[in-house]
């Protein structure tokens, strides 16, 4: 978006040998594009390819139903207005290849769509093209100290960000758990809680998981108020993906909420099946858990918050 409102702008004052034609013409063609890939690769592998864009919300299966009902409802029409919505634009254009659209119709569409949304901030630019020279002597004026205010914190959180989850991913690979030794210790009789995550991974059809898991939503373990889990008693966790992701984020806000004594399953539900170890599809409830083992977990409090396309709350 900044890049063709610069680019509008500097078409205004006729610098850059830039014309307002030329520039949407290559925003098109690059937004047809990367669009095409996209609708073939949804076109392809269908669901996986939405469930892999949509995993980048705090909601996958939620992200998922909205953009389902959201196309039953516009189809291709969606194409339309997407490119203004964040993560809707990466989404339409894989869905509409899932639901079978033609390429045809597809790419009449996303030119529409993405004519609109290219010339909308073409024109933005465009119209504020006289500010472009103060801009600059603003910069020329005061640049460094800019970097210096706004570039060093920026650094600054960044580097502790990226220490904090270096430090998160060497402690959950030291707390993972083989398939083997969860199904020893379950048929010892230890106290050990499963809990299966698998219902916002897979959700396209009934699958079957560990025995005597609990399968759950993830954000009603990472929004919690509180997770009380008696000592001597294991939690672990499992997902579908390999790297166990879903699982690490669950596991980061259970320690943040006092509980350390928890586990991740080595490889996920697919290693559990691969070595061939039962499964079923007769999960526990978490009020079983808690007449079990004592476990419990306390709903987040209700908050009003504005629900933007995908379901994450801005409050």
């Known amino acids: ?33 990367a ?6 690769l949804g076109r392809r592998w269908g669901s996986k390819v939405i469930r892999l864009i949509c995993s980048l919300t705090s909601n996958p299966q939620r992200s998922r139903e909205r953009a389902g009902r959201m196309f039953e409802r516009w189809g291709l029409r969606l194409l339309l207005g997407a490119k203004f919505i964040p993560l809707l634009d990466g989404v339409a254009p894989p869905l509409a290849g899932a639901q079978g ?11 529409v769509g993405s004519l609109i949304w290219s ?9 504020f093209s006289s500010q472009v020279d103060r801009v600059n002597s603003l910069f020329d004026r005061f640049g460094m100290a800019l970097l210096v205010l706004v570039g060093v914190p920026l650094l600054l959180w960044t580097s502790w960000r990226l220490l904090r989850i270096v430090r998160v991913i060497r ?3 030291l707390r993972q758990i083989s398939p083997a030794m969860l199904q020893r210790k379950l048929d010892d ?13 897979a959700i396209d059809q009934e699958v079957a998981g560990v025995p005597g898991a609990v399968r759950t939503d993830p954000d009603r373990l990472r929004r919690a108020q509180r997770v009380v889990v008696p000592k001597g008693v294991s939690m672990v966790l499992y997902c579908s993906s390999k790297n166990e992701l879903t699982c690490a984020r669950v596991a980061v806000a259970m320690k943040k909420l006092g509980v350390s004594d928890v586990w991740i399953l080595e490889g996920g539900l697919n290693a559990w099946v691969l070595e061939g170890r039962p499964t079923t599809t007769q999960f526990s409830t978490i009020e079983e858990l808690a007449e079990r083992l004592g476990v419990v977990v306390q709903p987040p409090r209700p908050r009003r918050s504005y629900k933007n396309f995908f379901g994450n709350g801005i409050e």
């Open 101 to 111: 659209a033609t390429v045809r119709d597809f790419l009449s569409y996303d030119l």
């Open 35 to 40: 669009d095409s890939l996209w609708f073939w």
């Open 171 to 173: 402690h959950l690979r």
């Open 189 to 201: 009789g230890e106290k050990i809680g499963v809990v299966d995550l698998l219902r916002y991974d």
């Open 1 to 33: 978006m900044l890049l063709l409102m610069t680019a509008g702008a500097l078409a205004g004052h006729g610098q850059g040998n830039l014309s307002i034609p030329l520039v949407l013409l290559t925003s098109v063609t690059a937004c047809l594009a």
């Open 119 to 127: 010339a909308a901030y073409v024109l933005l630019g465009f119209l």
